[in-house]
């Protein structure tokens, strides 16, 4: 991704009290919760009642995550933990996330059935574009081979975006899925990250813990993992060969070496942490993994308390 300069006037200027966000508690100790004044906080304080989800990071020691409640953005500095609302949400749920080389941050929009795009200079809205009409869940997004290629739960596609020269589309391309990925009850193909060659994508199936190749026709092919499963399987991470994916509610990170072509895959370790409480997705800065705490089995309510969680990237240490 090509870094570009963040105006000084972005840091916190982009909203009111970026420190302390008005609907935030400031009571740390009474809830256990963190103040996050350490540099670079291993746990980061969100929102009460902000229900995070996706996770996206850059350029800078920045963090961008999406709110299940309400669609909000929560920007975060990573060398304090402190943050505030980049920019409102729609009323309906903010999930995936990925972050463009011009500063645009392409956001799915879960059971809104919809994706938008954000200036994060700015937190406007450049772009909203209708999905599905009918039930969806609208899920992770990658951007690769001129396109944001995006996930649906519910439905049996891929929803294609294409980028030329950097330009805005118009709307979206509706892929269907085909081959070994069969849609069954629950929540199905979720993350998705390119394969380490760029020619596919990979894409996890939560409800059966599979992983696919998908090519760009919509083709599918399943994964040898030898025996392995990724079951509850939630955001992915690619770095060369290696494969990060999120176990949500088993409360683990598996690490995955993959081939070239993405056809084949071996589980080498999975890792946890007591502080991990439904991690749904992940992001990679500073020889760390940043993962937000989902909490899908708590009950959510304009109380309920949740954190971001840093642990030290299992290839680096």
């Known amino acids: 991704m090509r870094r570009w300069k963040v105006p000084a006037a972005l840091v916190f200027g982009l909203v009111a009290a970026a420190s302390a966000p008005a609907h935030a508690s ?44 309400d669609g909000s953005i929560y920007r975060v500095d990573l060398r304090t933990g402190r943050g505030g609302i980049l920019t409102r949400g729609p ?12 500063g645009r941050l392409w956001v799915a929009g879960g059971t809104g059935g919809d994706a938008r795009v954000i200036d994060v200079r700015t937190g406007r809205v450049l ?64 993350g998705v990250t390119p394969t380490p060659d760029g020619r596919g994508l990979l894409v996890v199936q939560s409800n059966t813990g599979g992983l696919f190749r998908v090519d760009w026709s919509g083709a599918t092919r399943r994964v040898d993992l030898h025996g392995e499963s990724l079951r509850e399987g939630d955001g992915l991470l690619l770095r060369g060969r290696t494969l990060f ?24 370790r999975r890792v946890s942490d007591r502080r991990f409480d439904v991690p749904a997705t992940v992001a990679a800065f500073g020889g760390r993994l940043y993962l937000p705490n989902a909490r899908f089995d708590t009950p959510p309510t304009p109380q309920t308390w949740y954190t971001a969680v840093a642990i030290p990237d299992p290839e680096r240490r």
């Open 26 to 69: 400031t009571d740390h100790a009474a809830a256990g919760r963190p103040s996050g004044t350490a540099a670079f906080p291993t746990t980061i304080r969100l929102p009460d009642g902000f229900r995070p989800e996706g996770i996206e990071t850059g350029p800078g020691p920045y963090a961008y995550i999406s709110s299940m409640a």
């Open 91 to 102: 009323g309906t749920p903010s999930l995936g996330m990925k972050l463009d080389s011009q």
């Open 127 to 190: 772009a909203s574009y209708r999905l599905a009409d009918g039930e969806a869940f609208v899920n992770d997004i990658v951007l690769t081979h001129g396109a944001a290629w995006i996930t649906d739960s519910t439905n049996p596609v891929l929803y294609k975006l294409p980028l030329r020269d950097g330009r805005l589309p118009a709307a979206a391309e509706r892929i269907p899925l085909t081959g070994d990925l069969v849609y069954g009850e629950g929540f199905n193909a979720n």
């Open 245 to 268: 994916a999120v176990q949500n509610r088993l409360n683990a990170v598996a690490v995955l070496r993959l081939n070239a072509s993405g056809t084949e895959g071996r589980v080498v």
